[in-house]
C-alpha cells in the first residue's frame, strides 16, 4: 500500500472514531444541579396543546414526566461551556418545541430560581398541566 493511500485511510480512521465519540460522549457530560420537566396537574385557563399522542422518541422528557408519580422527568445536566446542549436533546427543547407549535399555549413562569421563565399549557388524556422546567 503506498503512503499517501495509508495515511489517507488512517486520517479518515480517526474522523470516524472523532465522530462517534462526539455523538455518544456528551450525553455522558454534565455539571451542576440537574434540570427536570415537570408536569403539575393545573386548572388555568387557555389554550392548551394536545399531547396525548405525543411521540416518547420526540419528547422523552414530557412523556415521562407526564406518566410520572411524581410529575418530573428524569434530571438533564448542562455542560460546562456550552458544548453538551449543541448535541444533545434536552427538556429546554421539548418545551421551545411544544411553544413552536402553539405560542398561545405559553404562560408565565413561577419559578424564582431563575431555571425557566416560562411554562406550557398541555392536555394529556382529557387533564390540564402545566409542563416548565424546573431545578432540583
Known amino acids: 500500500m503506498r503512503r499517501i493511500t495509508r495515511n489517507f485511510l488512517i486520517g479518515l480512521a480517526l474522523v470516524v ?11 455522558y457530560l454534565g455539571s451542576g444541579d440537574p ?28 412523556t415521562e414526566a407526564l ?9 438533564y445536566q448542562t455542560g460546562r461551556f456550552g458544548f453538551k446542549e449543541t448535541f444533545t436533546h434536552s427538556p429546554f427543547d421539548e ?11 405559553r404562560v408565565d413562569g413561577a419559578e ?17 398541566y402545566r409542563v416548565e422546567v424546573t431545578r432540583a
Open 17 to 27: 472514531v472523532a465522530l462517534l465519540a462526539l455523538g455518544a460522549l456528551p450525553s
Open 35 to 62: 434540570y427536570y420537566l415537570t408536569a403539575t396537574p393545573t386548572d388555568e385557563s387557555g389554550p392548551a396543546i394536545d399531547v396525548t399522542n405525543a411521540s416518547e422518541r420526540q419528547y422523552p422528557y414530557l
Open 67 to 75: 406518566e410520572s408519580d411524581d410529575g418530573r422527568s428524569e434530571g
Open 95 to 105: 418545551v421551545d418545541g411544544l411553544l413552536t407549535q402553539n405560542p398561545d399555549a
Open 112 to 128: 424564582g430560581d431563575g431555571s425557566s421563565s416560562d411554562a406550557v399549557l398541555v392536555e394529556y388524556k382529557g387533564e390540564r
